[in-house]
């Protein structure tokens, strides 16, 4: 059996002393598994997804990618090696949607041919075809553009396992639903571990293959979204249920 | 009119040595005030007493503040080095603060984002924080160039030439036909490099502004 591309064992994390933002989460992410952390604000969850790519480390406990324990990973080849998608995209408002786009590439010195040829690829796999988008600058783009960009910017370098911070958060419902239809075309084809947060159960449920609840910095229950509606481990999770299909 | 026609070659000459002054001063204040604006960026708790000093320092009278260089060995005495050294302390604040609060306005998810795609410290200061920040810090230098313009007319004081000999002896003679003689070329250059300093900062933060046009 081949490890799991994420796994978090016993992860403690606190900013203050008297509320820990994560107390003791374990979880693991398959290879080809997308699993979503969904809970209230302030429950822990974009926490835990920035230890995968150390942005912040843990107090205690491990988190494995790849079977590696991150702290012994360098930060910055370790993030290469980690798709990274935020909310609003976080596009870098100088540089048009190709260069964006080609940032790990560049980082990982390919050549210009190399990176062009892939922007091309993964721009055409969120709709945004190179030869119409590729000059434009993020400002010139709508939410859902740019949205788009963040994604193919994240997938660029073709990394094994993407991390999504809210990525659809921002976004008017259409433009929304739009995102999610292509996350869900572009996870059929590319074999890749997926962290997603979300405060949105609905989404949770409709883009990951298994769904994690969190609240105050605990996993509440982990399961499909058969498995949890049939199921529900307790009163939070079972309000929570009842709010996202409202 | 004919009257500063006739002294053209001594106009142009003087300009030419406030020219050299200036942009002396302003070289050296940015290449000191930018990576110190940096620093003061990546270790904050140098940042308030470092800025306040600055503040203090700025509050010296130009007039005294080359008084107290003269005597100093080395960069002090009388003449063109001492200005460029006074020059810089005042250019220094503007281009230090703006590179400072420039640094520190750029969008954190920028930063982040540069961060967590892999960007080493470095690269995340060349490629996104200072290209992001340009226009503050060119704000600062257009300040910082605008002053140093005015405060060089005041370095003829202690001999360093420009546009304040013209001025200085005018007054010394009384005869206000000279002292416009350096004073209006000197106002034509401060609104000069207003001028293009603001065309600069216009055209990069259009480039780099987050919001649809």
């Known amino acids: 059996m081949t490890a799991p591309a994420i796994e978090f064992i016993d992860v403690r994390k606190s900013y203050q002393a008297e509320r820990p ?13 997308a699993v979503a952390l969904v809970g209230p604000s302030g429950c822990g969850k974009t926490t835990a997804l920035k230890l995968v790519n150390r942005l912040l480390e843990p107090d205690s406990g491990k988190v494995l990618v790849g079977g590696r324990d991150v702290a012994n990973v360098e930060p910055v080849a370790l993030r290469r090696q980690i798709g990274y998608v935020i909310q ?10 190709a260069e964006n786009v080609e940032t790990v590439p560049r980082l990982l010195r390919w050549d210009e041919a190399r990176r062009r040829r892939r922007a091309e690829e993964v721009l055409s796999m969120v709709q945004l075809p190179l030869s119409e988008f590729g000059r434009r600058r993020p400002r010139e783009l709508s939410g859902g553009q740019r949205q788009r960009v963040g994604v193919a910017r994240a997938l660029a370098a073709d990394p094994p396992i993407v991390l999504m911070d809210e990525p659809f958060g921002a976004l008017d ?74 | 009119m004919s009257y500063f026609w006739d002294r053209r070659d001594e106009i142009l000459a003087y300009t030419a040595q406030h020219l050299v002054l200036v942009l002396a001063a302003t070289v050296i204040a940015v290449a000191i005030g930018v990576p ?32 107290f260089l003269i005597p100093l060995p080395l960069i002090g005495g009388i003449g063109t ?23 520190a306005s750029v969008d954190p998810a920028i930063v982040e984002a540069a961060t967590g795609l892999g960007m080493t410290d470095r690269q995340r200061l ?40 013209l001025i200085y002896r005018g007054i010394a003679i009384v005869d ?20 293009l300093f603001s065309l600069l900062e216009r055209r990069w933060s259009r480039r780099v502004t987050r919001e649809r046009a």
Request: glycine share 10%.
């Open chain 1, 88 to 97: 609003e995209g976080g596009l870098f408002p100088h540089w048009d949607v």
């Open chain 2, 126 to 165: 060349w490629w996104v924080e200072l290209p992001l920040a340009l226009p503050v810090i060119l704000a600062g230098v257009r300040i910082a160039t605008v002053w140093s313009i005015g405060l060089a007319t005041i370095a003829a004081a202690i001999g360093a030439g420009g546009l304040g000999v």
């Open chain 2, 176 to 195: 206000n036909r000279l002292i416009l003689s350096g004073a209006v070329p000197a106002a034509c250059l401060a609104l000069a490099a207003d001028g």
């Open chain 2, 36 to 67: 110190a604006g940096v620093l003061l960026t990546r270790r904050p708790s140098l940042a308030r007493p470092i800025l306040g000093f600055a503040e203090v320092v700025q509050t010296i009278p130009s007039l005294a503040l080359f008084g």
């Open chain 1, 173 to 246: 419902p259409i433009a929304r639903r739009a995102l999610q239809q292509e996350f869900l075309a572009w996870r059929g084809q590319l074999a890749k571990a997926v962290l997603l947060v979300t405060h949105d159960l609905a989404e949770a449920f409709l883009l990951a293959d298994r769904v994690a609840v969190m609240d105050r910095g605990r996993i509440r229950q982990v399961g499909t979204r058969a498995e949890i509606a049939a199921n529900p481990a307790d009163d939070f999770v079972k309000e929570f249920l009842s709010g996202a299909t409202s």
């Open chain 1, 21 to 33: 933002a994560l107390d003791g989460l374990t979880l693991s992410v398959g290879a080809a598994e």
């Open chain 2, 81 to 103: 080095s001492t200005a460029i050294v006074a020059l810089i302390v005042y250019a220094l604040l503007p281009i230090l603060r703006n590179t400072h609060a420039g640094l």
